[in-house]
Nanobody
Framework: QVQLVESGGGLVQAGGSLRLSCVAS????????MAWFRQAPGKEREFVAR????????YYADSVKGRFTISRDNAKNTVYLQMNSLKPGDTAVYYC?????????????????WGQGTQVTVSS
């Protein structure tokens, strides 16, 4: 069992930055690929970014490529999402998720554990 707790959300103006953190407890953090998803009001949850177990490989949704950076610190059991040049369209609840599988995926149903989410609101 893995418990995930996100933090770092808040209200920011368009063009601003936020850094989200997700701390994992329980089983070995480095055994999991990690990802961030988001869900805006009235919309389905969507993939944002993914990082592999070692942190050497990352993958981004086209909508955030070049603006967001995912990283991890296995010594601290933490995954981060640095969000720059934020837009009102980035407003959503952001969730971190852990994947125990061996095949990289952006499909949310393939992820084994989820955090409770943190709200990000970008004002225009």
């Amino acid at each position: 069992q893995v418990q995930l707790v996100e933090s770092g959300g808040g209200l920011v103006q368009a063009g601003g930055s936020l850094r989200l953190s997700c701390v994992a407890s329980g089983r070995t953090f480095s055994s999991y690929a990690m990802a961030w998803f988001r869900q805006a009001p009235g919309k389905e949850r969507e993939f944002v970014a993914r990082i592999n177990r070692s942190g050497r490989s990352t993958y981004y949704a086209d909508s955030v490529k070049g603006r967001f950076t995912i990283s991890r610190d296995n010594a601290k059991n933490t995954v981060y999402l640095q969000m720059n040049s934020l837009k009102p369209g980035d407003t959503a609840v952001y969730y971190c998720a852990a994947d125990a599988g061996t095949i990289a995926t952006t499909t949310l149903t393939r992820y084994d554990y989820w955090g409770q989410g943190t709200q990000v609101t970008v004002s225009s």
